[in-house]
């Protein structure tokens, strides 16, 4: 997710404030939990918004500062043939995978394996050198804020999708680079993310997820896997729809066919593809993480220290200039009435989901998809924001 520049967040705040006004406050109960009869109305509203954007199937996640969550399910998780989603389900949530990945990196800071201010070359065993910054190293601080100057435009998207290709090749390719200076500026890159990935193998030495189940997932008491092989029983991962205005969805990630491929050796200098956005989990996993995310002292996985560093802005901070966002968090500053959230999007194969949640009130949202219309409401998708919005108008004043 890119970050919001003023006008679009001026945007956003007026289509948010549109949504809220036209909400019936919510009623709950003590607890916080939503009353069946606005469960019920809210369930309408969550559908219609799900309609208007053609979406395939979701799963939203509503939770409320005082520690009661609500879950709201639509549609389906498979086409064919017809499965609906559940609170089984579970969702690859693209490229909010690079937030998770953060608590993993800070989880290996505090054990002292990782140091996300060292040169990266110290890791992977090789120089990485900026073509046109030689004397600067490019660290995990700047990989995991897109400041690093590495660009997708270069052959990550061709070369880098082919068999036999190698992190080392794609870094070591003029065009992978851009003209900034690492830590100058901020440039969205899945790339660097893939990167920052295979420093965290390298740093730990073992594969990528088995950090995450070690360090986040088994911490949460979470089903999640960013290797859909891992996600038993096999049947409850949702496909991927490219959803269009007409026509049909077009099937284009196909879980079935993923979970029975053969596994894989071994090998960090081809797992820059995994980091970047294959992350899996259901609403419950959801719902862990945006506790996660909105908590005061880390929930077991990072101390309150590091999630505090991971969710503030890291402009000025070793060796970062400009980068308008913590480590893989975005921030969404006012824009939905009496919250700021911090998170992330991810949007892969015609699948969108959400992230985000209020350190200061720990209410939070999540939004995961198996297909829906990709019109944008930038830096968002419309859809995603749209249920956001909504979301947020529904917790508020429940604290």
């Not at 409850?236 to 205005?245: E, F, K, M, P, T």
Request: net charge positive; glycine share 10%.
């Amino acid at each position: 997710m890119k970050n919001a520049s003023p006008s679009e967040l001026i945007a956003l705040r007026a289509r948010a404030r549109d949504i809220a006004r036209a909400l019936t406050p919510p009623e709950r109960s003590p607890d916080g939990r939503l009353l069946q009869h606005s469960r019920e109305a809210l369930q309408k509203q969550i559908d219609a918004v799900l309609r208007c954007h053609r979406a395939v199937g979701a799963s939203i996640v509503l939770c409320a500062p005082g520690g009661a969550a609500d879950f709201f399910h639509y549609g389906y998780a498979r086409l064919r043939p017809k499965i609906p989603v559940t609170a089984q389900t579970c969702f690859r949530i693209a490229s909010v995978s690079k937030l998770v990945m953060s608590f993993a990196a800070l989880s290996l800071c505090e054990s002292g394996q990782l140091d996300i201010d060292r040169d990266i070359s110290d890791y992977l065993g090789y120089r990485v050198c900026h073509p046109r910054a030689g004397g600067t190293p490019v660290t995990m601080r700047m990989l995991l804020t897109h400041t690093a100057g590495v660009t997708d435009a270069g052959p990550y998207g061709t070369r880098g999708m082919q068999p036999g290709c190698t992190l080392r090749e794609l870094l070591e390719s003029p065009a992978s680079w851009l003209h900034t200076v690492p830590g100058e500026a901020f440039h969205y890159s899945n790339l660097g993310a893939g990167a920052a990935g295979v420093v965290l193998e390298r740093a730990a030495g073992m594969p990528f997820d088995d950090i995450l189940q070690q360090r986040v997932f088994s911490v949460l008491g979470v089903r999640a896997s960013y290797d859909p092989r891992r996600i038993i029983p096999a049947g409850d991962l949702a496909d991927g729809y490219s959803v269009r205005s007409i026509l049909p969805p077009r099937l284009r990630y196909d879980a079935a066919q993923l979970s029975a491929r053969p596994p894989e050796p071994f090998d960090p200098e081809r797992d820059y593809l995994i980091a970047a956005g294959r992350m899996i989990t259901d609403s419950c996993g959801m719902e862990r993480l945006i506790r996660l995310l909105a908590s005061k002292d880390g929930m077991g996985v990072i101390s309150a220290a590091s999630l505090d560093m991971m969710r503030a802005p890291q402009d000025g901070a070793c060796g970062i200039q400009s980068a308008g966002r913590g480590l893989n968090t975005a921030f969404l500053p006012d824009v939905f009435p009496g919250f700021s959230p911090v998170g992330h999007q991810g949007v892969a194969y015609g699948m969108c989901a959400e992230l985000f949640a209020d350190p200061k009130t720990g209410a939070g949202v999540g939004v995961m998809t198996s297909g829906v219309r990709l019109a944008r409401q930038a830096p968002l998708m419309r859809a995603g924001f749209d249920l956001l919005a909504l979301g947020f108008a529904s917790l508020a004043g429940s604290g």
